[in-house]
């Protein structure tokens, strides 16, 4: 069974720097692709940014790119997500999601996620 937990949201000034992780168990070949979402409030979740853990391929959001950067660290089944010059508007919960491909994870999505980490950025 997969099973995703993530941690390392809180509360950081514009301009700052947040690293959000995701373990995960139950790894299959159901589970080549790690992603990041966020849902602000009041508007539906979205994809942030993946990586595959069979070759290290990785994709993001227009509004993240050159800004956040995702990696994957197969011997401890983590994936990270640095996110630096934050902004108000990356405020959000952010959901760490997996897939088979990147194709399905940004189409009809699976059912694999974790519970949420909230991250708020002052202004």
């Known amino acids: 069974q997969v099973q995703l937990v993530e941690s390392g949201g809180g509360l950081v000034q514009a301009g700052g720097s947040l690293r959000l992780s995701c373990a995960i168990s139950?790894?299959?070949?159901?589970?080549?692709?790690m992603g990041w979402f966020r849902q602000a409030l009041g508007k539906e979740r979205e994809f942030v940014a993946a990586?595959?853990?069979?070759?290290?391929?990785?994709y993001y959001a227009d509004s993240v790119k050159g800004r956040f950067f995702i990696s994957a660290d197969n011997a401890k089944n983590t994936v990270y997500l640095q996110m630096n010059r934050l902004k108000p508007e990356d405020t959000a919960v952010y959901y760490c999601?997996?897939?088979?491909?990147?194709?399905?994870?940004?189409?009809?999505?699976?059912?694999?996620w974790g519970q949420g980490t909230q991250v708020t950025v002052s202004s």
């Open positions: 139950g790894r299959t070949f159901r589970t080549d692709v």
């Open positions: 990586v595959t853990w069979s070759g290290g391929t990785t």
């Open positions: 999601n997996t897939a088979p491909g990147i194709v399905t994870m940004r189409g009809p999505g699976t059912d694999y």
